[in-house]
């Protein structure tokens, strides 16, 4: 191996490093530290990655050099052990703090409260106890779709696990290659979400055009957890089919298994005409292409609904730094594409 190979392996390496590092459950300030290492490393340049993230463009080479001297333990907050609680006057402090501040975040919070006073609390609600005290509250609503049914549910997911039992041996070999599959529209909009904010006072995001919007169709690998991420003008026939070609380039050669919602377009006109010139005369158990449908007004059992959920969340979390819609795609992007996935919804859908 020379020297360039060697370089690109390592620089693999750290680029593999930094993406388990941004999936695990960091502070705002370790995110915005190890984006911007990864950015650095994947040759964007220092102004892009200063207009995207609002960072200077020393913050960049500052922390990119710390990664390299000391790797991954080099972007995280030091820790320096800890009290178990915080006086009178220090909790008068912490909630003056959060008063004067213009947003709120848990993890800012905790990592506070640790580097000014040494304190780190067993338990969460003694921090929400903190906003609580500062009049901050989180307020989160809910829905349901009246047209659901458990009955059609549970049959549609036997369904489901009976098919994958019968093609359990080409789904072990890679002949056959199941997805999950469902669209995104993201719209401007969506970052605005539930944060932590004064009880009498407005938080405000800047939003030019709330409806702009983008749509993203993702389809999760059953057996390697990989997702995969395309952006179309819109959700409609030929952008489905456009999204399956490029599955099937992604694996040449193989049986594809899509299931997915009832979508009229998932169902007739292009797509249904496509099907029928890839599939041609033959038997189902030969199809290049077979589709099956999860039962209709039940979203939840999609595990891709979980991942654009995942997705905004994050979007919201970190509402400060999306400063435009183009940041919004990228940090969804960033959030999604090529990562990947695993969590028990997936596991209801099983072949043994």
């Known amino acids: ?29 370790e995110l915005k530290r190890a984006i911007a290492v990864r950015m650095a490393l994947t040759g964007k340049i220092y102004r892009e990655i200063s207009q995207i993230l609002g960072v200077s ?8 050099k710390v990664f390299k001297v000391k790797g991954i333990a080099g972007l995280k907050l030091g820790y320096k052990g800890s009290k178990g609680y915080l006086s009178i006057q220090q909790k008068t402090e912490v909630i003056e703090w959060l008063k004067n501040k213009k947003y709120w975040d848990l993890d800012e919070l905790v990592i506070y409260v640790e580097q000014e006073f040494g304190v780190i609390y067993k338990s969460k609600q003694s921090y929400y106890k903190l906003f609580e005290q500062a009049n901050i509250s989180w307020k989160k609503s809910q829905k349901v779709n009246p047209k659901f049914s458990e009955e059609q549910v549970k049959k549609k997911r ?3 696990n009976e098919m994958l039992s019968k093609q359990k041996t080409g789904i072990e070999s890679g002949e056959v ?7 995104c529209h993201l719209l401007h909009g969506d970052v605005k979400g539930y944060v932590w904010g004064q009880s009498n006072l407005r938080i ?6 709330e409806k702009e919007r983008q749509t993203y169709f993702g389809a999760l690998n ?15 026939g030929k952008s489905t089919v456009e999204f399956i070609k490029y599955l099937q380039n992604q ?6 298994i899509l299931i997915w919602d009832g979508a009229t377009y998932h169902r007739f006109g292009e797509f249904r005409k496509f099907l029928s010139e890839i599939n041609g005369d033959k038997e189902p158990d030969d199809f290049l292409i077979t589709c099956i449908l999860f039962a209709p007004n039940a979203p939840q059992q999609n595990p891709v609904e979980d991942i654009w959920l ?8 970190y509402w400060y730094l999306c400063k435009s819609f183009k940041i919004i795609k990228f940090l969804f992007e960033f959030f999604t594409k090529e990562h990947k996935f695993d969590f028990p919804k997936i596991h209801q859908y099983t072949y043994t």
């Open 1 to 29: 191996m020379n020297g360039l190979q060697q370089a690109e392996k390592e620089g693999n390496k750290e680029i593999a490093e930094l993406e388990i590092l941004i999936e695990s459950n960091l502070s705002a300030r």
């Open 57 to 64: 463009e020393f913050f960049i080479g500052y922390w990119k």
């Open 158 to 160: 036997e369904e489901i």
């Open 177 to 183: 290659i199941v997805f999950f599959l469902d669209e």
């Open 204 to 209: 405000e995001v800047p939003i030019t055009n």
């Open 222 to 236: 059953y057996q390697s957890k990989r997702f995969h991420v395309q952006s179309y003008p819109s959700g409609d």
């Open 251 to 256: 694996y040449k050669n193989k049986k594809i």
């Open 310 to 317: 995942q997705a905004k969340n994050f979007l919201r979390k």
